[in-house]
């Protein structure tokens, strides 16, 4: 997971006096009857348009595990549509129903990360009350409610980026944390018991290590042009696992000790 900068403007959709009266007539009613209902004031936020905006804000990459749109899994009943991510509320409109069309509670989400989420939102503040927002600041309201209600979840385009970086990963490409909030978040979302996941970035580290491994050995300017290779793909926002990447760059030092460590044995 890593901070997102979300540079798009809500897109017209979310962005129009008919949207602005449907909203209207949600907070008139406190919410939403049923699922039925609920499902059908959502439709709006599934249109091309929106589902475009979000998956190009996120390079086409899980907002929670930076999975891409490409390794979805075909959906079983409609083996033949293109697999696609589901546009997750962050904060559950089941609760923050006035917050359906906010384009800051808008966030594209994997089917695995979507079920681990479900509604859960759990805040050691105050909870933010309904309110009638229409305009820009329908779409701006997420920087106040974090600082009032402190919600245990990270979000990837509020919560500051020194706070990503206390996640932690090992070698076999499993996550962790100290820090309360991104424990919660790992664990609500089952960041740390994905085996796909784990694999994917596991690879990412292994591969680096045996091309790096034999180059150091065998020519030193090879070895720094694969580091600064490995750095540069740490960098690319369309890359996965992009968290992970750079975790590794920051302790390469350390997780490349058994490569120095074997050489200094064979020259001594
Ligand atoms: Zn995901």
Redesign the pocket.
């Known amino acids: 997971m890593i901070r997102i900068q979300k540079t798009t403007p809500p897109p017209s959709t979310l962005n129009n006096e008919r949207t602005y009266e449907q909203l209207q007539i949600i907070l008139d009613k406190n919410g939403f009857d049923n699922d039925k209902e609920k499902d059908n004031y959502r439709k709006l936020c599934r249109s091309d348009r929106i589902y475009n905006a979000l998956c190009e804000t996120y390079h086409h990459k ?1 907002a ?2 930076e ?1 891409k749109q490409s390794r979805l899994l075909p959906n079983a009943k409609a083996p033949e549509r293109k697999p696609r991510f589901t546009i997750e509320h962050y904060r559950p409109i089941k609760s923050y129903y006035w917050l359906i069309y906010s384009w800051d509670n808008l966030l594209p ?2 089917a ?2 979507n079920g681990n989420k479900g509604n859960a939102f759990a805040i050691s503040g105050t909870a933010a009350l309904p309110e009638a927002v229409a305009g820009e600041q329908l779409h701006t309201l997420a920087p106040h409610y974090h600082e009032q209600e402190k919600p245990k979840m990270l979000h990837p385009e509020i919560d500051e980026e020194h706070i990503f970086e206390q996640i932690q990963y090992t070698q076999r490409g499993t996550m962790f944390a100290h820090d309360e909030r991104c424990k919660y978040t790992i664990e609500q979302l089952q960041l740390h018991s994905s085996k796909d996941i784990d694999t994917m970035r596991k690879k990412i580290w292994e591969d680096f290590y045996e091309r790096a491994g034999s180059l150091f050995l065998t020519s030193l300017a090879e070895f720094e042009a694969e580091v600064a290779v490995f750095v540069a793909n740490a960098y690319m926002p369309e890359n996965e696992f992009i968290g992970f990447r750079r975790f590794v760059i920051q302790h390469m030092h350390e997780w490349l000790h058994n490569i120095t460590s074997e050489s200094d044995q064979a020259t001594n």
Request: hydrophobic share 40%; net charge positive.
């Open positions: 899980c929670f595990c999975r989400v994997c695995a990360c």
